[in-house]
């Protein structure tokens, strides 16, 4: 965002800083708030002081992270500060979550992204995909955003997105506009971040989401989810998102210059200086390529599920630096900003959890449609996963919606398939918040976008979401044979 200075003083920070706190102060120091009711059972859900609390550092840290008002970074450490100085989770539990195992799955996906650069492979890659694509920008967007989803049926998107990104900037470094930003530079990225999302919803093996997802369906229902069935019914959906997010990139960030001249001979030439794939780009890629096969072949192989993914991957980290294709120095180089951004949308999201703040959000919510038309439940559902997983781990916005509304589903004819397949498809794409997913952050990290742009644009990129989850639930679903009622 564009921050007003007077004197000096940027007043629209202040003003910002501000806000944050009082909001704070308000939501923590306000009278109790009345008890959610579960509609079937008519349990009560207390909002407790340490619900409260979680629900006041939510809303500081997006009014922060939102207009950046200090770096992001420093704004999830406010998160882990106000948690123990309130009392609101003890300190242990509050930062022992900056270092959860999803944080240090984005740090190994980052030192990945590190490695792509630092041996080549990166440029390698760029230069052969603008060989291909040539050198019309529309294509260039076009390219990378269906390489960027197709990669992520097969890995975690956050590490799709750690690969591709060197590759982008190596791309944009050929726009011939230097570092400073563009609409073309705008559109590359956040579409990036945004197309990773729209690809991991495809299949299991994008993101951890699904299989928590069909594992509460399964003990909710009794009935299992396999995976060849949810990428039946995901891949419509998530590829007709892909092509009209290019469409809604070619209009919101049109390049300044519709063609790059010369473009694809030049990469042609500097592909050929590069030579043959030396020592340390044959080794990256055999370690890559091993980690990513045996990441994915632990949806298929019952003795490799219980090896945790995130342990697979910092093998790859280890042996980069033991086998001397890294140093110290690029260790050093890591984007902490974004490491620490993610640590601290990870202590929140518990929060909400554990203090039973998000349970009570969900059935307030979900208890404003119960007697609504079932369309209207179901896109209430979708749209509540979408909102939550811009705070929150899509994950723990599945777990937090899913079951409440499964439960509900029943009692307005509603077949509990559509209820898990539209609150997946929306869980997969937060476009508002880069806390919402790694590939927003990483995307950040060009330096091409603010939060503050991030936000605005995601709002219509939101939009048409929630009008493809409404053709899906409303038309392509049922063509293909999901039951959206039941009697």
Same mark, same amino acid.
């Given at each position: 965002?564009?921050?007003?200075?007077?004197?000096?003083?940027?007043?629209?920070?202040?003003?910002?800083?501000?806000?944050?706190?009082?909001?704070?102060?308000?939501?923590?120091?306000?009278?109790?708030?009345?008890?959610?009711?579960?509609?079937?059972?008519?349990?009560?859900?207390?909002?407790?002081?340490?619900?409260?609390?979680?629900?006041?550092?939510?809303?500081?840290?997006?009014?922060?992270?939102?207009?950046?008002?200090?770096?992001?970074?420093?704004?999830?450490?406010?998160?882990?500060?106000?948690?123990?100085?309130?009392?609101?989770?003890?300190?242990?539990?509050?930062?022992?979550?900056?270092?959860?195992?999803?944080?240090?799955?984005?740090?190994?996906?980052?030192?990945?992204?590190?490695?792509?650069?630092?041996?080549?492979?990166?440029?390698?890659?760029?230069?052969?995909?603008?060989?291909?694509?040539?050198?019309?920008?529309?294509?260039?967007?076009?390219?990378?955003?269906?390489?960027?989803?197709?990669?992520?049926?097969?890995?975690?998107?956050?590490?799709?997105?750690?690969?591709?990104?060197?590759?982008?900037?190596?791309?944009?470094?050929?726009?011939?506009?230097?570092?400073?930003?563009?609409?073309?530079?705008?559109?590359?990225?956040?579409?990036?971040?945004?197309? @990773? !999302? #729209?690809? /991991? +919803?495809?299949?299991? %093996?994008?993101?951890?989401?699904? $299989?928590?997802?069909?594992?509460?369906?399964?003990?909710?229902?009794?009935?299992?989810?396999?995976?060849?069935?949810?990428?039946?019914?995901?891949?419509?959906?998530?590829?007709?998102?892909?092509?009209?997010?290019?469409?809604?990139?070619?209009?919101?960030?049109?390049?300044?210059?519709?063609?790059?001249?010369?473009?694809?001979?030049?990469?042609?030439?500097?592909?050929?200086?590069?030579?043959?794939?030396?020592?340390?780009?044959?080794?990256?890629?055999?370690?890559?390529?091993?980690?990513?096969?045996?990441?994915?072949?632990?949806?298929?192989?019952?003795?490799?599920?219980?090896?945790?993914?995130?342990?697979?991957?910092?093998?790859?980290?280890?042996?980069?630096?033991?086998?001397?294709?890294?140093?110290?120095?690029?260790?050093?180089?890591?984007?902490?900003?974004?490491?620490?951004?993610? @640590? !601290? #949308?990870? /202590? +929140?999201?518990?929060? %909400?959890?554990?203090?039973?703040? $998000?349970?009570?959000?969900?059935?307030?919510?979900?208890?404003?449609?119960?007697?609504?038309?079932?369309?209207?439940?179901?896109?209430?559902?979708?749209?509540?996963?979408?909102?939550?997983?811009?705070?929150?781990?899509?994950?723990?916005?599945?777990?937090?919606?899913?079951?409440?509304?499964?439960?509900?589903?029943?009692?307005?004819?509603?077949?509990?398939?559509?209820?898990?397949?539209?609150?997946?498809?929306?869980?997969?794409?937060?476009?508002?918040?880069?806390?919402?997913?790694?590939?927003?952050?990483?995307?950040?990290?060009?330096?091409?976008?603010?939060?503050?742009?991030?936000?605005?644009?995601?709002?219509?990129?939101?939009?048409?979401?929630?009008?493809?989850?409404?053709?899906?639930?409303?038309?392509?679903?049922?063509?293909?044979?999901?039951?959206?009622?039941?009697?």
């Amino acid at each position: 965002m564009t921050v007003a200075k007077t004197g000096g003083i940027e007043w629209s920070r202040i003003f910002f800083i501000v806000l944050g706190v009082a909001l704070f102060t308000i939501v923590y120091y306000c009278p109790p708030w009345p008890d959610a009711v579960n509609p079937i059972t008519g349990d009560h859900i207390t909002l407790s002081r340490e619900g409260k609390g979680a629900l006041a550092v939510f809303l500081l840290a997006g009014v922060w992270w939102v207009f950046e008002v200090v770096p992001i970074g420093i704004t999830s450490l406010a998160i882990g500060v106000l948690q123990a100085m309130f009392h609101i989770r003890d300190a242990k539990v509050a930062f022992k979550d900056f270092m959860d195992p999803s944080v240090l799955f984005i740090f190994a996906s980052l030192i990945i992204g590190a490695v792509f650069t630092k041996t080549g492979l990166t440029k390698r890659l760029a230069y052969k995909m603008l060989m291909v694509v040539g050198e019309k920008t529309s294509m260039i967007y076009l390219g990378c955003f269906v390489v960027t989803a197709a990669m992520t049926h097969v890995m975690a998107h956050t590490a799709v997105a750690a690969t591709i990104y060197p590759l982008l900037l190596t791309i944009y470094a050929m726009y011939g506009e230097g570092n400073k930003p563009t609409k073309f530079g705008k559109g590359l990225f956040i579409g990036m971040a945004y197309v @990773a !999302g #729209a690809g /991991s +919803i495809v299949t299991l %093996l994008g993101a951890a989401r699904g $299989a928590v997802a069909i594992g509460f369906f399964k003990e909710i229902i009794h009935t299992d989810i396999t995976f060849f069935q949810l990428s039946y019914y995901m891949a419509p959906i998530g590829w007709l998102m892909v092509f009209l997010l290019w469409g809604f990139f070619m209009i919101v960030f049109k390049p300044e210059k519709k063609t790059i001249p010369g473009l694809r001979e030049k990469a042609r030439e500097l592909n050929s200086v590069l030579g043959p794939m030396t020592r340390d780009e044959i080794l990256a890629a055999v370690i890559v390529g091993g980690v990513i096969l045996v990441m994915s072949l632990r949806s298929f192989i019952p003795e490799l599920k219980s090896i945790d993914k995130t342990a697979i991957i910092l093998v790859s980290t280890i042996l980069f630096y033991v086998l001397n294709i890294l140093d110290i120095k690029n260790l050093e180089d890591v984007p902490w900003n974004i490491i620490l951004l993610f @640590a !601290g #949308a990870m /202590s +929140i999201g518990f929060c %909400l959890w554990q203090t039973g703040a $998000a349970e009570w959000l969900a059935i307030n919510w979900l208890n404003m449609f119960k007697d609504s038309h079932w369309f209207v439940f179901v896109m209430s559902i979708a749209f509540f996963v979408m909102m939550m997983t811009n705070f929150i781990m899509n994950v723990a916005a599945i777990a937090i919606s899913l079951p409440v509304a499964l439960v509900i589903a029943p009692f307005l004819h509603v077949a509990p398939e559509v209820i898990l397949f539209a609150s997946l498809v929306t869980a997969g794409m937060p476009f508002l918040l880069l806390v919402g997913a790694a590939p927003n952050a990483i995307a950040y990290d060009s330096k091409q976008f603010t939060t503050g742009e991030f936000f605005m644009y995601g709002i219509p990129a939101s939009i048409l979401l929630m009008v493809v989850v409404g053709l899906a639930v409303y038309v392509v679903w049922p063509l293909m044979g999901m039951p959206i009622t039941i009697p």
